[in-house]
């Protein structure tokens, strides 16, 4: 009886010592697990004290670069993935991707060939990706993902930058600092800012490219060498388009030239065949230049989209010299498949008086228009019979042919950074300027805006203007907005998409026309015509940089 209660005594003893008695020990709390992100920031060479930021699914943080431009972020209880961001000295922003995982360490550079690999992964803007890194962006970080996202980069890059067997994401990278020279990895970084410098292009650019998935030939466009006063104007070939005429044109960056490579007349002058223009540069007018001996000035958009209008002063020629110069991209009659919309400049008594109408148009994936309709000023559309319904052809060149009841005319299709399609289609009779439909974005507020702004009248006068605008005012519930001209204060309002998506609407003001404009893309380039005027024109606006 005696040990038995020792025994007893014993296990209550233990029990206390345990918390199994009155429960006043406080338990423990576990040690947070800290999750290290470590990389190196470069552009070739190192970015020294940036601050690169890292959100998590859950957790987040910052670190400032060293002067070789490594990094550490310990994010505390950090549930991956993870995006990070770090602005370079140039006002450059750069993303990087850390996947879903456990691991406690990970590996995440920071360079413009991570911003590509992000904005593929994103399909579409990496700045947004970061902001709102909300749960559907989370879903796409997977290893799998990253790894078709580094493909479709590599691919983008071929003929410019080689990154086969080369992870840009945690790839060993040393990058060039205190003089010392940096690794393989960092001298693919030198590579890719060498082909930037010489095109004028922008990792923005590339990133912007990517994330719309506008693919190689878009991206071979923007990465061609550019004029040193003009980042629009690339050597290459390009396509000029006036009404009766199509060209096929060289342009030389480096020597500041225009050939017009046609086998008969030239677009630009009719008595002189296979000409090479000098282009000069206008004063003060930075990617404006005259067109030397010819009467014809160039007015080109960053996009290399481009206006030919007359020179200030100069007598109008047939057509005003209106035409676009539209660079030479070979693109698959798939890519122009869906709705388009279309603003026409057209004559119907043998180029005396022009008219202007809106255009809707379907292409199947052959080139087959399934169906167009015109519309009038009031929105009434008419739909065409079968035989005006034209069928669109790929020539060796690049460009296409289009060919109706009407006859045949050419056709050159551009597409932009955006991923977007556009085109101008000549005429014996006028041009048409299309674009795909899209549902596009209100500008937004306080943003600004510099524009040469021509206008080709029924009777082929003109009028030339350089203007610029800040939007004043942006309402999302109704998809409306208001700018202002900066120059002499007028205010117009807009609607967005009205009457179809992809146009925008204003109406009549007491200093302002009623219009229906459209903008090819992000290209640089807006079209639009009068509304209910006594005298119909064609309005073309390209962005002054």
Partial sequence: MKSKLVLAGLAAAVLSACGGGSGDSAATAPAPITT????????????????????????????????????????????????????????????????????????????????????????????????????????????????????TVRLALTGLVDISGTDP??????????????????????????????????????STAIGSNAGPVAIGTILQKASATCAGLRTGKYFGLRSGYFSSLTVDADALTLTDNSPLTSMISASVVNPTWPLAPAVNDACRFDVTGTPSSLLVSKSGVSLLIPSAGAVAAPNGLLGFVVPAQQLPLADLAGNWNALA??????????????????????GKMTAASSCDDDNACTSWGAGELATLT????????????????????????????????????????????????????????????????ADLASQFGVWSTTITSVDP?????????????????????????????????SAADELIAMSLGNTGVGVNIGLHVTKPYLDISVNRP
């Fill in 36 to 151: 290290k992100v470590s990389g190196t920031a470069a552009v070739g060479a190192a970015l020294a004290n940036v601050t690169v930021q890292a959100k998590c699914a859950v957790g987040g943080g910052s670190a400032t670069t060293a002067a070789d431009g490594t990094f550490t972020i310990n994010i505390a209880d950090a549930k991956r993935p993870c995006v990070l961001s770090a602005v370079a000295p140039d006002g450059t922003v750069l993303h990087s991707v850390v996947e879903a995982g456990t691991d406690t360490s990970v590996v995440a550079n920071i360079t413009p060939l991570t911003e590509l690999v992000t904005a593929a992964l994103a399909q579409g803007s990496t700045s947004t990706f970061f902001d709102q890194f909300d749960a559907n962006a989370q879903a796409r970080l997977t290893a799998a993902n990253l790894s078709t996202s580094t493909d």
């Fill in 477 to 509: 519930k109704t998809s409306t907005y208001t700018r202002t001209r900066i120059d002499d204060k007028r205010v117009d309002a807009w609607t967005q998409n009205v009457p179809v998506n992809g146009l925008r609407y204003r109406a009549k003001g």
């Fill in 394 to 457: 790929a020539n060796n060149d690049g460009s296409f042919a289009a060919t109706s009841n009407a006859g045949t005319g050419r056709a050159a299709a551009f597409k932009g950074t955006d991923g977007l399609v556009s085109a101008v289609i000549g005429q014996s009779n006028g041009l048409i300027v299309a674009t795909k439909q899209v549902v596009r974005a209100l500008p937004v507020a306080g943003s600004t805006n510099s524009y040469w702004d021509y206008v080709a009248f």
């Fill in 169 to 206: 994401l945690k790839g060993a990278l040393v990058a060039a600092s205190g003089g010392k020279a940096g690794n393989a990895l960092d001298q693919l970084l030198d590579q890719l800012a060498a082909r930037l410098a010489t095109s004028k292009a922008t990792v923005a650019d590339l």
């Fill in 345 to 366: 400049f057209q004559s119907a008594d043998n180029g005396n008086t022009y008219g202007t109408s809106r255009l809707t148009f379907t292409l199947d994936a052959n």
